[in-house]
């Protein structure tokens, strides 16, 4: 069932996941790369800054499309294998950033990317487990899951600060070199692990047929459409709306960022013991982040507090996610990963679409209330859900 481990005790033993963890801090980091670099790349281009969005919308749909096919295409081949030619392409990717100039030059790289990313996730999580070492296989899923989360707040104004330093083309270059340096780590530490509990097809009806699970990807879907609508164009919001300069945007993403690492281990705390509280309070505090942000730039120090907040709380319900998603379906887990992954990335890809079309209708400042709205129908379906059930969740055994 599990992979052979080749050291029982020690740091040895933990080096699989710990490859494992770097791997998955490099692919979402990113993922998320062009968020905070959208006006340099923008310009580098000539091309609008809602245009240019589209790369991120457009990456995330090839993930959406291609995680489940890809996923059951290659369900029977070995996973240390698969994951060396997954980084292998990722990192040449990168590298053919350098001669991308054009919008459609650029776009073709990303999509080699986003084709690497849609097995990635599919596989990670459930390899995770496996490799950790025996009876650790709940701390072996919080590394991985953690490299996830930090680079999915620590990802953007690391980003971003390095395309100041050496442009844009410069920092997703250097995320190729890292991702050849964790190739080669990946190589040395981890051992082979035959395909089990992939899934298959015929796993699906089965799957769709768990309520806790079916909620799972309908509010992913919706949150995350909210949250990426925002996110996307963080900085051209701070830049209009407040008139701050670009170098400032990275103090308030790294705020965020630092913020995402404290509610990820806040919630840490308390999923176990109270799951849907877990789950229902970071929801409800993400929609009012969200409504209140423009009112809060009138005053600096109420933008850095909405942005503490807003970044604990996404991170909270990022890790009550994860943890629904392993409860429920661990015997089909890299089919439901896939699955969940592709849904997430449409609302990724939908977030990005919808904030560049509100932002072209509306400006800019108009983009967080669309997040809003879409968050708050969430936190108010799971409120209901907790009325009348005492459960935020649909079927799932967690305490409240």
Avoid at 87 to 114: N, P, Q, Y
């Amino acid at each position: 069932m599990s992979a052979p481990q080749r050291h029982k005790f020690g740091l040895q033993a933990w080096l699989p996941t710990i490859g494992l963890a770097f791997a998955a801090f490099v692919f979402n980091t990113s993922e998320f790369l062009p968020v905070g670099l959208l006006p340099n790349i923008a310009e580098s281009i000539g091309e609008s800054v809602s245009k240019t969005g589209l790369i991120i919308t457009v990456y995330a749909w090839v993930v959406s499309l291609l995680s489940l096919p890809l996923t059951i295409v290659t369900a029977k081949l070995e996973r240390r294998k698969l994951l060396l030619w997954l980084i292998f392409i990722f990192a040449l990717s990168h590298f053919l950033v350098l001669w991308a100039d054009t919008f459609e030059k650029l776009m073709g790289a990303r999509i080699c990317v986003a084709v690497t990313h849609s097995v990635f996730w599919s596989i990670m999580t459930p390899l995770a487990a496996r490799v950790a070492p025996f009876g650790r296989q709940s701390l072996g899923l919080a590394m991985v899951m953690g490299g996830t989360i930090v680079a999915t707040v620590m990802g953007v104004p690391l980003g971003t600060r390095l395309g100041q330093i050496v442009g844009w083309q410069g920092a997703f270059f250097i995320i190729g070199l890292a991702a050849a340096v964790i190739w080669l780590v990946i190589y040395f530490v981890l051992p082979v692990c035959e395909s089990n509990r992939a899934g298959s097809l015929k796993s699906l009806p089965d799957l769709l047929r768990r309520p806790a699970l079916v909620q799972l990807y309908l509010l992913t879907l919706v949150v995350i459409l909210g949250q990426f609508t925002v996110y996307s164009y963080i900085s051209p919001i701070l830049t209009t709306v407040t008139g701050m300069a670009e170098s400032e945007t990275v103090t308030v993403l790294f705020v965020f960022g630092i913020s995402g690492i404290i509610g990820t281990i806040l919630s840490t705390r308390s999923l176990d013991k109270h799951y849907s509280m877990a789950l229902l309070v970071p929801l409800i505090f993400l929609t009012l982040c969200l409504g209140f942000f423009v009112l809060s730039m009138r005053q600096t120090w109420t933008m850095y507090v909405l942005v503490v907040v807003w970044g604990a709380c996404i991170s909270a319900v990022g890790m009550a996610f994860q943890t629904l998603l392993l409860n429920t379906a661990r015997d089909a887990a890299d089919v439901a990963t896939s699955m969940f992954s592709g849904i997430f990335n449409i609302g990724i890809g939908g977030g990005a679409f919808i904030g560049s079309k509100v932002s072209v209708a509306l400006g800019f400042a108009s983009v967080p209330y669309v997040g809003a709205g879409l968050v708050g129908v969430c936190a108010l379906a799971c409120s209901l859900i907790f009325c009348f059930t005492g459960s935020a969740v649909l079927g799932a055994k967690h305490r409240s």
